[in-house]
């Protein structure tokens, strides 16, 4: 496994961990705006869950706003 795959896999844990002790109301929210298409927790969620490429940017995204 290589530095860039810990490092995704970090903040990917991040992310479920948060995810997970959020109020189910709240999942429901806008948590950020990418490509001007708003993205819900739940969204992200089975992005992040299935592995898929907008998933990294979501990611990326939630991480600069330090979110997760």
Known sequence: MTMAD???NNIRGRFLRAYA????NTRKEIVLV???RPITWDVAYLEVKNN???SEKIL???EE???I
């Open 21 to 24: 002790n959020l109020p189910l």
């Open 52 to 54: 898929t490429l907008q």
């Open 60 to 62: 990326e995204k939630l």
């Open 34 to 36: 990418l490509e001007e």
């Open 6 to 8: 810990e490092t995704k």
């Open 65 to 67: 706003l330090k979110l």
